[in-house]
């Protein structure tokens, strides 16, 4: 049976140690060239490493930045002649603090990297993605789901991502390319468990009761892991959901219901 993604080439912004990393492991095991971008050259070769060399390309770049992102298009097709699937991974980390204690300079980061890289990074492949009539999947968040307290900026950010992206998948529609969103629940990787860590210490109680308080709230009573974020993604850049645009797959262990 042919893998997923054969043939295609996936572009990854914001690829870190968490799900970016899985996004690129999983799309170049569903048969992808991968095309690996963020700020930190280091982290871009550690992950690169673990997929074949001749199906990988590193190109760092601030997604912040027109001209990093021009030459981020021009190094992809360059390299491996056009691009099926962008995934906009990239993010600023929330203040966690009531919005009335929130600095705006945080929150004008946030949407310039969030919203704003994720509409600069779609508009420059927009020409290539038509060739191929491909697919852009944007990375939300289950915050969309919720409004408690101390994620208001996070919020703010990933509300304006998704309107984005529907207006976006309204607009580039009659061109053949398809903007979905993949909006993860909590993630158990290293940071996670770093986290509730942090917060057993707090409260004088273990990492697993933190874990397991936080996961009861779900239907599967767990936590979806990295991976598990990660087949969502390949499976909306992929032909798989050739009729699918302008939607939210929720990943979550059905902690909240869309």
């Known amino acids: 049976m042919k893998a997923m993604l054969d043939d295609k080439v996936v572009v990854v912004s914001g690829v870190g140690p968490g799900l970016g990393r899985s996004v690129c492991r999983a799309a170049a095991e569903a048969g992808a060239a991968v095309v690996l971008?963020?700020?930190?050259?280091?982290?871009?070769?550690?992950?690169?490493?673990e997929i074949a060399p001749s199906r990988t390309l590193v190109v760092p770049t601030d997604i912040t930045d027109?001209?990093?992102?021009?030459?981020?298009?021009?190094?992809?097709?360059?390299?491996?002649?056009?691009?099926?699937?962008?995934?906009?991974?990239?993010?600023a980390v929330p203040s966690m603090k009531p919005l009335e204690r929130t600095d705006f300079q945080q929150i004008r980061d946030s949407l310039d990297l969030t919203v704003l890289g994720g509409l600069r990074m779609t508009k420059a492949?927009?020409?290539t993605l038509a060739e191929t009539r491909g697919s852009v999947v944007m990375i939300n968040s289950m915050v969309l789901r919720h409004s408690e307290p101390r994620y208001g900026s996070y919020k703010l950010s990933k509300a304006a991502l998704l309107a984005?992206?529907?207006?976006?998948?309204?607009?580039?529609?009659?061109?053949?390319i398809r903007i979905n969103s993949v909006a993860p629940g909590y993630i158990w990787d290293d940071q996670l468990k770093w986290y509730f860590a942090e917060v057993a210490k707090k409260y004088?109680?273990?990492?697993?009761?933190?874990?397991?308080?936080?996961?009861?709230?779900?239907?599967?009573?767990?936590?979806?892991?990295?991976?598990?974020?990660?087949?969502?993604?390949?499976?909306?850049?992929?032909?798989?959901?050739?009729?699918i645009t302008g939607q939210t797959l929720d990943v979550n262990c059905g902690e909240y219901h869309a």
Request: charged share 25%; hydrophobic share 45%; aromatic share 6%.
């Open 37 to 49: 971008a963020a700020r930190t050259e280091s982290r871009l070769r550690e992950v690169a490493a």
């Open 66 to 91: 027109d001209a990093a992102v021009a030459n981020l298009v021009d190094r992809t097709v360059d390299t491996f002649g056009r691009v099926d699937a962008l995934v906009n991974n990239a993010f």
């Open 125 to 127: 492949f927009t020409p």
């Open 164 to 176: 984005m992206s529907q207006t976006l998948a309204t607009e580039l529609g009659g061109k053949g």
């Open 204 to 243: 004088g109680i273990t990492a697993e009761q933190v874990y397991d308080q936080t996961a009861g709230r779900s239907d599967l009573k767990r936590l979806p892991e990295p991976d598990e974020i990660a087949r969502a993604v390949v499976f909306l850049a992929s032909d798989w959901a050739s009729a």
